[in-house]
């Protein structure tokens, strides 16, 4: 969740105006048009996709490119998009939606120009391996560092911002052609996702999805947040058993963990009346013992979380992020959830959240 002023939390909960902005620049950051306001667009975060966020954007007929270095080209221009709020005092309190390059601008028979972006992941998939590489040991830096080497080898004017992982050291890979599958291998290897923050700045994640403290509060009733919610519970893709199987390169036998849910209280309770649903990953990445336990937990408990969705469309909130743990209530129904993906609306509409609630588990390796 972004940073924000107790008065922007407070404006939420009764009648606001929205703003939203769009500044564009070059790769290297040189100014190419600043506070452009934004007819009408949103942007989309997805942590299931390797290119996280999209965009699109409506602007006024004058801002259609007409030349390759035209500020909103798809040339030259890589776009940031902040929105939030605007106060009866003319203050108005923004916050970074959305970082990425033009991929696409159209005008339309009405005059409208639309235009579609997407986040600087995009820039690191676009640039394959143009020969085989091989991974970079050092005693002195891990995987972090070798997966921040292939982005900024994309990306000369990446930034990073701050990881929550365990590094470890970089295993011998050899990689063909995709730069994408080279990041997963590594980022899998810590049991994380790489992906772009809405300031543009890459970042390594955990992705298991055991709720921590609610970062906010989206209720049903007056003054509340939501306007209105369905929930889901299925066994689609809902395994409590994970086996991670990793190759070793000298021949030797594989690397074999599995993960299962334990905990006798627990609705998917390995072998209780839930059943024995087991997945098995096979990973490319040689791994220790201790990082395909890891793997494994955090698989498991992704795949555990799938127990019960929520779709919520509510007052949008520019400060949440995909990944943040929000409280719901609905129609007397509370559960704290994980945002897996949402969609940001940039000047009308209400927010769309798709969020996982995990079913707490005793996991451990067999």
Known sequence: MLPSTAVYKQVLHGPHKRVAYIDAYDIDGNVLAQSVPIIDGQVRA???????????FELPDKFYPRSSTDPFSPYVSV??????????????ETFPVFTGRVSEAGRLSDGAVRFRADDLASDVLAYRFEQPQASQQSPFSGIVAEIQRLILEAVPQATFGTNDVTDSPVPPLVWDEDRGKALDDLSEALGARWYTLGNGDFVLRMFNYAPSTPV?????????LMSQATTSQTRDGAANSIVVVSE????????????????????????????????????????????AQTLART???????????????????HTLEPGDT??????????????????????????????????PADIVGA
């Open 299 to 317: 698989q498991l408990s992704a795949s555990v979380a799938l127990s019960e969705q929520w779709s919520v469309q509510c007052v949008p909130d």
């Open 46 to 56: 997805d942590l299931t996709q390797r290119v996280t966020r999209s965009a699109d």
């Open 248 to 291: 070793r390169l000298d021949g030797s036998p594989p690397v074999r963990v599995i993960a299962r849910d334990t905990r006798p209280t627990s609705p998917t309770l390995f072998g209780g009346p839930y059943g024995k649903v087991s997945q098995v990953i096979k990973v490319q990445t040689p791994l220790t013992n201790l990082e």
């Open 216 to 224: 906010q509060e989206i209720l049903d009733g007056p003054s509340g």
């Open 79 to 92: 776009v940031r998009i902040r929105a939030g709020l605007a106060y009866g005092n003319g203050m108005e």
């Open 326 to 359: 929000v409280r719901l209530r609905y129609r007397g129904v509370t559960a704290d959830q994980i945002i897996d993906s949402m969609t940001y609306p940039l000047l009308t509409g209400t927010m769309n959240l798709s969020t996982r609630g995990t079913v």
